[in-house]
């Protein structure tokens, strides 16, 4: 009797185990799905491309990087609460915990910049935008201010570099609205003296520069969109180099191409 007793007790706990490791199995590789739709979606703006994820069980460890602490934390509490696996457990969050090794790399995505620069009757602006229609809201409020002589002088002006995968402006609408006068900043003043400087990180504000302001005092204001004084040198070369017997024309203008995220951002 024991020894039946013993066998038919040995059997149930085999198939229970198989049967939790096929359980387990199928849970683990639906987490893991599901994990993965979670932080690739389009939503968050491609906050977590760079993150990975492995499943033990119900368990999931993220490793992989960010651009900040808060993406960090919003990768972990995204995992924590919103994950569902809808052909296992389809009302109800399936992972019971998350480790969190991601690293915060923060270069990683660009964060917006803008440095414009007007010479006489020409204008210059370089920087990183988001979306195609700030730049050209932003492109337009400085045209209305110093048109431009023609189509060609009008995309001369235009340097500022579209990076879809760069973070969001932190206040855009603020940001065009306090644009400065540069009528105002340019008024009484002739030939050389007839320059001014402005520079954004995009957060609703613009500091205004003298022409004889250094590379490295704007490289520093814009410290946090880690744009660099070689950077600042290049955006403002066109004014640099005006002359007065050339009626405020910059000598050897450059126009770098903005549609190349390379250049812009090395």
């Known amino acids: 009797m024991n020894k039946y007793f013993f066998w038919n007790l040995l059997l149930v706990l085999l198939l229970w185990g198989i049967g939790i490791f096929l359980f387990l ?13 979670s932080l690739s979606d389009p939503k968050h703006d491609g906050a977590f491309d760079k993150v990975r994820h492995a499943v033990s069980g119900q368990v999931v460890t993220l490793s992989g990087q960010v651009a900040s602490d808060e993406d960090k934390a919003a990768a972990e509490t995204l995992i924590r609460n919103e994950v569902r696996t809808p052909d296992v457990q389809p ?20 964060r917006p910049w803008l440095i414009a ?17 700030q730049r050209t809201a932003l492109m337009t409020a400085l045209d209305q201010q110093i048109p431009a002589a023609d189509e060609k002088a009008k995309s001369r002006a235009n340097q500022i570099l579209l990076d879809e995968k760069s ?9 065009l609205a306090a644009l400065p006068d540069f009528k105002k900043l340019l008024e009484g003043k002739a030939d050389l003296a007839a320059r001014a400087i402005v520079v954004s990180r995009v957060d609703g504000e613009w500091k205004v520069y003298g022409p004889e302001a250094t590379d490295a005092e704007i490289a520093t204001y814009l410290a946090d969109a880690h744009v660099s ?19 405020a024309v910059p000598d050897e203008p450059i126009s770098p191409d903005n549609k190349d995220a390379g250049k812009a951002l090395n």
């Open 25 to 37: 199995g199928s849970t683990q590789d639906a987490i893991s799905k599901a994990v993965g739709t």
């Open 91 to 110: 009302e109800r969050n399936p992972v019971i915990d998350v480790r969190n090794d991601i690293e915060v790399n923060v270069p990683l995505r660009q």
């Open 117 to 133: 620069s007007v010479f006489g009757t020409e204008k210059r602006i370089e920087g990183v935008l988001k979306e195609p229609n």
């Open 167 to 175: 973070l969001p402006a932190s206040d855009w609408d603020k940001t």
């Open 229 to 247: 004084e070689k950077q600042v040198s290049l955006a403002l070369h066109n004014l640099r180099t005006m002359h007065i017997s050339r009626g």
